[in-house]
C-alpha cells in the first residue's frame, strides 16, 4: 500500500498557512522593539509575555489550515475571503496601535473590531466546512481574551 500525496493539495495549504504567518512574523519583527508588555502593570490572569509569539504561531497555523480547507474543497467565496483579509488586516494593526503609537483606547476599540471579525469568520468558515470553523474556536477564545488585556493593560497604565 503506497502513500499518494496531492502534490497541489500540499501547496495550496502550505500557501494558506504562510498567507497570515509571514505577515504575522513581520509585524512581530517590525514592532519588537517597541513592545514593552513587562513593563506595564499586569492585571490579573496576563500571561508572561513569551506566550504571546508561540500562540499567535499556532493561531497562524490554525487560520492558515482553516483557510486551506475551503480553498481545497471550492468553498470559499467573495464574502468569507474579505472577511478573511479583513480580519488579517485588522489583526497585524493593532500591534502598531497598541506597542508602537501607544494609543492604547484606540487599540482597545480596533480589537473590538477585530473581535467581531474573527467571530463572524469563524461563523462563516463553519457554515462551509465545520473542521475550518471548529478550527478558529482558538482564534475566537484568544482575542476576547486579548481585549480583556488591551483593556485592562489600558485602565492600569493610563
Known amino acids: 500500500m503506497s502513500l499518494s500525496i496531492n502534490r497541489t493539495k500540499v501547496k495550496l495549504y502550505v500557501i494558506s498557512v504562510l498567507i497570515p504567518l509571514i505577515p504575522g512574523a513581520i509585524i512581530g519583527v517590525l514592532t519588537s ?3 514593552n508588555y513587562g513593563d506595564l502593570q499586569q492585571p490579573p490572569l496576563a500571561p508572561p509575555a513569551a506566550l504571546f509569539p ?3 504561531t499556532l493561531l497562524y497555523i490554525l487560520m492558515g489550515i482553516s483557510h486551506g480547507i475551503l ?3 471550492d468553498l470559499n467565496d467573495s464574502g468569507t475571503e474579505t472577511v478573511f483579509y479583513a480580519q488579517l488586516v485588522v489583526n497585524l494593526l493593532w500591534p502598531v ?3 508602537v503609537l501607544k494609543w492604547r483606547l484606540f487599540a482597545f476599540v480596533w ?3 477585530l473581535d467581531i471579525l474573527v ?6 468558515f463553519y457554515r462551509k466546512n465545520k473542521a475550518a470553523g471548529l478550527l478558529q474556536i482558538p482564534y475566537v477564545i484568544w482575542v476576547l481574551f486579548a481585549s480583556y488585556l ?8 493610563r
Not at 488591551?150 to 497604565?157: Q, W
Open 33 to 35: 522593539g517597541a513592545m
Open 54 to 56: 508561540v500562540v499567535w
Open 71 to 73: 480553498k481545497s474543497y
Open 97 to 99: 496601535f497598541f506597542f
Open 111 to 113: 480589537i473590538i473590531l
Open 119 to 124: 467571530i463572524t469568520m469563524a461563523v462563516r
Open 150 to 157: 488591551n483593556l485592562a493593560l489600558f485602565l492600569l497604565n
